[in-house]
């Protein structure tokens, strides 16, 4: 579901990879515990990825629109969904032991 492109007001925003490039480091970013609590923003985001607002905020949107992340109303914070929550760790869990042991074994 999250691998799919996403159309909302006539546009296209694209699916996530989650074991290549930033779309890991973002995944990687927002599974870590310390936002569990008191949420995540944007630049939490920007802190840790080195980008830019503007690069944070349509990442933050993509998130939203493929249901993994929550806006807190009047704040400018974000909350995991339960879905959030299953595929991160899903797929973290999937890439540490299936994914790079299979690599370790062909290299």
Do not use: W
Request: hydrophobic residues 40%; proline residues 3%; contains cysteine.
């Amino acid at each position: 579901k999250i691998a799919r492109p996403v159309r909302n007001s006539g546009r296209s925003y694209r699916g996530f990879n989650l074991f290549h490039g930033i779309d890991l480091d973002l995944f990687l970013t927002i599974a870590r515990g310390e936002h569990a609590i008191t949420g995540i923003r944007n630049r939490d985001i920007r802190r840790h990825l080195g980008l830019s607002g503007s690069q944070v905020s349509r990442l933050l949107k993509r998130l939203r629109l493929h249901g993994l992340l929550k806006k807190v109303p009047r704040r400018h914070k974000y909350y995991l969904t339960a879905l959030g929550r299953r595929i991160i760790a899903c797929c973290l869990r999937m890439r540490e032991e299936t994914v790079l042991p299979a690599l370790a074994l062909q290299a």
